[in-house]
């Protein structure tokens, strides 16, 4: 089967404080890809990151950072510091081959975060 | 460079009715692809086009449910007749080509229906 699961339905923390938002998935391919998005109240889906089933390097980008680890099927998302402007859904997704030339994207259910000044 | 442009953003209507939502992708894009996002879920694909053609449409309710991507650019969904449980977030996508190659998918801000 091919799943996300996002565990943490809603988070609430305080401004300055580091935040780590969990996901698991499952998946029977090799080669696959994990995204985090963004969904600000206004709606639409901002890319984050995406890796590759090949590379388990930790990723840093500026408050944020990724931590793939395939032993456990896991891609958690921590910021650091959070801020207001952090507030938003977080949604994971997997990326897998459909058959030929086609690839599907399926999300996780989110994670609501909430960042209280 | 301009982004995924949807309309209506917000859409209230009566069950049996029908209802058409419209997608322009970003310029030159050649995926486009239509989610349903329900209250509390992630994004569900319905249905994927790579130009003008069909490349999955597996979780399309093809009894009610329909897509079109005639000159392999704008797009247009259509529900009829609306049920209640199609009440959710319609959110159109855009990618260069398909696949991961890409980097990452252009999501619109949504079409919003109400099923009353």
């Known amino acids: 089967a091919q799943k996300v699961t996002q565990a943490q339905t809603e988070i609430s923390v305080v401004e300055k404080e580091d935040v780590t938002l969990d996901c698991v998935y499952e998946t029977r391919d090799t080669t696959y890809y994990l995204f985090w998005y963004k969904q600000p109240p206004s709606g639409e889906l901002v890319f984050l990151i995406r890796r590759n089933s090949f590379d388990e390097q930790n990723e840093i980008s500026g408050r944020y950072s990724w931590n793939f680890q395939k032993s456990t099927s896991s891609f958690n998302f921590t910021i650091t510091a959070s801020q207001v402007v952090d507030s938003a859904v977080y949604f994971c997704?997997?990326?897998?081959?459909?058959?030929?030339?086609?690839?599907?994207?399926?999300f996780g259910t989110g994670t609501l975060l909430a960042v209280q000044p | 460079e301009a982004g995924v442009a949807q309309s209506p953003r917000y859409k209230i209507i009566e069950k049996r009715q029908s209802v058409a939502f419209w997608c322009n992708p970003i310029?030159?894009?050649?995926?486009l692809y239509w989610y349903q996002q329900i209250l509390g879920q992630g994004p569900k694909l319905l249905i994927q086009?790579?130009?003008?053609?069909?490349?999955?449409d597996s979780q399309l309710p093809k009894d009610r449910f329909s897509a079109e991507r005639l000159k392999g650019v704008d797009s247009t969904l259509k529900i009829q007749p609306a049920k209640l449980e199609d009440s959710a977030v319609y959110l159109c996508?855009?990618?260069?080509?398909?696949?991961?190659?890409?980097?990452?998918?252009?999501f619109g801000e949504g079409s919003r229906l109400t099923v009353l």
């Open positions: 310029s030159g894009h050649a995926t």
């Open positions: 086009f790579q130009n003008n053609g069909v490349v999955d």
């Open positions: 997704a997997l990326m897998f081959n459909y058959g030929g030339a086609t690839n599907k994207l399926i």
């Open positions: 996508a855009s990618s260069p080509r398909p696949g991961p190659s890409t980097g990452e998918l252009f």
